[in-house]
DNA sequence: CAGCATCCCGTGCGATACTG
DNA sequence: CAGTATCGCACGGGATGCTG
């Protein structure tokens, strides 16, 4: 994930069937795994920054190398800014954009409907699962 | 993919911090390429059925084993409900549940950020992409 | 028609180690 | 403190071929 191609859309202003379409390009982003938990975390301290240190506290389990990847694709799709100060050792602060800002409202309304609806989703899988096993 | 573990959350009823929290596990549904497409079209389709062909076509791009997996997991989540006519050959159609047309919303509005903002996207992709060049 | 089985490759992501 | 570099592997997912 250290680069990503990410390329403009060209002809690709189709609709959801397009493999560039808007959507699938976006879930392409929030699907990966440490995403949508920073732009939450973020969002949570919005308008206040967080540094690195702090992020990674809030997110327990990621690496560092992974924060630091998932940060990375954020500021260079607009949705995080990320501020340096010029002292030894460094201080780095990062907040969401507006553009970032925006994206939290989608994301609640699925983080939403996960906590509601995901044990239903695992009472459907177990069902499954025992119908499986008495064939 | 063929098969998902998708196990009980066990004492995963934590916040967003535990690896198996609620969005991180639905977002590992519908960040599978061709899951919330599948959705999408079955949502427009309500409350008729959709056969597996039809669904293909309206799904440029999806191959068979693609389609056949996707809606197989639908189905073990109780999101996607199959029903099977007993003919030769079978004809087998797919819609939502009730569950699954809930999940629509949350997507819908995926979608709307999508269409509305992924060019803000492109566009700060493209001004970090000059900046990496011009060092 | 509606799949499942097999082969195969790209890459997301974790673990570990090093640096200005 | 806030990263980058390297290694390694599991797995998503495409292509192809077979079947009840």
Redesign the pocket.
């Known amino acids: ?1 250290t680069s ?1 191609p990410a390329r403009a859309p060209e002809g690709a202003r189709g609709d959801l069937f397009d493999p560039l379409c808007p959507t699938r390009r976006l879930l392409d982003r929030i699907g ?2 440490w995403t949508s938990m920073a732009v939450k975390v973020l969002a949570e301290a919005a308008p206040e920054e967080l ?3 702090a992020l990674q506290r809030r997110m327990p389990g ?5 924060l ?1 990847t998932t ?2 694709n954020l500021v260079r799709d607009g949705l995080v800014e990320r501020r340096v100060e010029p002292t030894v ?4 602060h990062y907040r969401l954009t507006a553009l970032g800002l925006s994206l939290d409202g989608p994301l609640a309304a699925v983080r939403a409907w996960a906590e509601e609806h995901m044990a239903e989703i695992d009472r459907a899988n177990r069902l499954s699962d025992e119908r499986a096993e008495e064939d």
């Open positions: 994930m990503r990966t795994k540094r690195f240190a990621v690496s560092q190398k992974m630091s940060l990375r050792p460094p201080r780095v």
